[in-house]
């Protein structure tokens, strides 16, 4: 009765996670610094016009990743800017950045919409139609394997090097960082802008190759997603993986529950990511204490002078 | 005394255009308002097209506003700049403008409001028009159903409602007249103009087997993912998805409203305008089914030529289905 095509399935699972994982592993990174930055899913729009942008006129596929990652982290630095040298509200910066990086890239790409692209992101093994899960994971383009790369490294980085320790001392406990000669304003401007150039490289794996096309919206709430994936996640790169192909799946699964010919209202699965971040915060609040992982410093200013 | 020469020319100007019998093309501006971009190489550009053409013929000055989005404040906004610059006709080219352009046809009784693919009117300023569209869709049917090797046909649909739903099933008893053994499955993207969604939906559909897609978007993301998995494609609107899928296109019922536009400005400009709802069909010429590809059969390249003149002289009805999908066609009109 029900025909699903598997390999189909985990194809599009492994598209719609990448895209999510890097834009939450950005995030992670920024959170993990004490920076709340709710503006994810106006950068992942300004990384995601700019690099189509570039690459319908230049043609040169490098640089066109470039340009969306380095606008996006650009953007980003204005969050940094409002919430660590001016010490003004994350929560608001971060919404005014959602709010702006969709209507600029808007603005910006308006002449794009519709426009063809000549270049692709190359994948390692050019099959049409995967047939066994190697020649899928074959299938996948460079930037997936960026990500893979991504994630190990930024596991590394946060465990076991200066770097992750000094980022979670500032996360933590910013005033103790601070007594220790840590340099809190640089680190946390560091990792805002960290995270907002791997939303620009999740905006360009979008519109370069997952959808190889442009219009208005669209990001269509991934960037609302990928910050419910850094709770998921509990502020770890690898439980934050495991999160986005969950995420990843239901995605994939929204159009094709149709052909396969249940009778489930789409709109239901695709609140479902929401719904299961709620359901976990629930869970840890009971069980836990409500340690979530989330750093203890998360929102909170940092104003050295004031004790 | 300037005041006074003011009242002056206004009674003389009143008193010319009441004296002057038929008014002049002069005194019209058309402003029309798309969902998608004027270039969309879909729905909204096939408009666009319509509108160049009325210009050519009527010498009417017009502008438009392009990826207004159907929410009654949008269009508002959009329609009352216009008016504020003297345009006194507005077309209002998708469903979701209905209720913003019922309301101003009352606040504005001076403007004519012409809404495409409504279903409200009033006695005055305000009608609509649409075309025949499954007519086209029924003889592409025909093609698909020549052109598919797995006898599966994959139809992304936009929104279940009337317009979509008799559109499948026009496409699928066509499909069924040349091959009863195919079927045509559906996937609703709940889009207008949503290349992602499409994207998603199309390569659903290819996954199953289908190896031909028809569409109801205004976008040619589904022809791009045909085109990249070998599949064929009817495409919708215009040809212009032809340079986007070049492979994959077999052909698409295509609108051309230039005709259409002309005739009804020239009414209004003579004053014999009503506010009729206009529904035209193939013997209007305002729908058509677009140039076959060469790998169309050439037994089924005569079938549609017959069938196309049998629906011009009005030998041949298609049937209108809206409640519910025919029998070969996969999928539900409530998802």
């Known amino acids: 009765m029900f025909d699903i095509q598997l390999m189909g399935l985990l194809n599009a699972t492994l598209q719609a996670a990448t895209l999510l994982f890097i834009a939450a592993l950005g995030e992670l990174i920024t959170e993990k610094s004490g920076i709340l930055n709710l503006g994810v899913e106006g950068m992942i729009s300004i990384g995601a016009v700019t690099g189509f942008i570039t690459a319908v006129n230049t043609g040169n596929i490098f640089l066109s990743v470039l340009v969306g990652i380095l606008s996006a982290s650009l953007f980003s630095s204005l969050h940094a800017f409002v919430t660590i040298i001016l010490k003004q509200d994350q929560t608001v910066s971060g919404l005014i950045l959602t709010i702006l990086g969709l209507s600029l890239s808007a603005l910006m790409g308006k002449q794009y919409v519709g426009k063809k692209l000549p270049v692709k992101i190359e994948s390692l093994g050019n099959i049409d139609e995967p047939t066994n899960i190697i020649e899928v994971f074959i299938s996948q383009n460079y930037i997936f394997y960026l990500s893979i790369f991504l994630m190990i490294s930024t596991a590394y980085l946060l465990k076991k090097t200066m770097f992750g320790r000094r980022l979670e001392a500032v996360g933590e406990d910013s005033r103790a960082a601070d007594s220790m000669g840590l340099n809190v304003n640089k680190t946390q401007f560091i990792a805002t802008c960290v995270g907002g150039g791997l939303s620009g490289l999740a905006g360009v794996y979008l519109t370069l190759s997952y959808v190889p096309y442009w219009t208005d919206n669209m990001t269509s709430g991934r960037g609302w997603i990928a910050l419910a994936l850094v709770i998921f996640g509990g502020w770890k790169p690898y439980r934050t993986a495991i999160g986005a192909l969950l995420f990843g799946f239901l995605e994939a699964l929204v159009p094709r529950l149709q052909t396969y010919g249940f009778e489930l209202s789409p709109y239901l699965v695709k609140i479902t990511p929401y719904a299961i971040t709620i359901i976990i915060l629930v869970v840890l609040t009971i069980y836990k204490g409500g340690r979530t992982g989330a750093p203890s410093n998360i929102g909170i200013p940092f104003f050295r002078e004031s004790r | ?335």
């Not at chain 2, 013929?57 to 502008?63: F, S």
Request: aromatic residues 12%.
């Open chain 2, 1 to 335: 005394m300037r005041r006074r020469w003011a009242v002056g020319l206004i009674l003389i100007s009143i008193l010319t255009m009441a004296c002057g019998g038929a008014a002049s093309v002069d005194e019209y501006k058309a402003a029309f308002v798309y969902v998608g971009p004027a270039d969309d190489g879909g729905w909204s550009q096939a408009h666009d097209v319509g509108r160049q053409y009325l210009v050519e013929q009527t010498g009417i000055q017009t502008e438009y506003t392009a990826l207004v989005p159907e929410d009654a404040t949008e269009f508002r906004t959009v329609a009352e700049a216009y008016i504020e610059q003297g345009y006194n006709i507005i077309f209002g080219t998708t469903f979701g403008y209905i209720d913003a352009m019922a309301e101003m046809a009352e606040e504005y009784p001076d403007v004519i409001f012409l809404h495409c693919s409504g279903y409200l009117n009033n006695d005055t300023n305000f009608a609509n028009y649409f075309g025949k569209m499954y007519q086209p869709r029924y003889l592409s049917g025909l093609a698909a159903g020549a052109m598919t090797d797995s006898n599966k046909i994959g139809y992304v649909a936009a929104f279940p409602i009337p317009e979509v739903i008799r559109g499948i099933n026009a496409f699928a008893a066509g499909v069924n007249e040349v091959n009863p053994d195919a079927t045509v499955e559906v996937v609703w993207t709940f889009t207008w103009f949503g290349p992602e969604a499409e994207t998603q939906a199309a390569n659903a559909l290819l996954e199953t087997g289908a190896d031909v897609l028809a569409q109801h978007q205004d976008s040619a993301a589904t022809g791009l993912a045909a085109e990249a998995a070998g599949a064929k494609w009817i495409s919708y609107n215009t040809a212009y998805g032809q340079d986007s899928a070049p492979e994959a296109f077999v052909t698409a019922p295509v609108w051309d409203w230039g005709p259409y536009y002309v005739d009804i400005v020239e009414s209004i400009i003579d004053g014999t305008f009503t506010t009729e709802s206009y529904w035209g069909g193939m013997e209007t010429g305002l729908v058509s089914l677009y140039d076959l590809s060469s790998d169309v059969p050439s037994e089924t390249a005569t079938l549609i030529a017959e069938k196309t003149e049998a629906i011009i002289n009005g030998t041949l009805e298609v049937a209108i289905v809206e409640e519910e999908f025919i029998s070969n066609v996969i999928g539900t009109v409530n998802p």
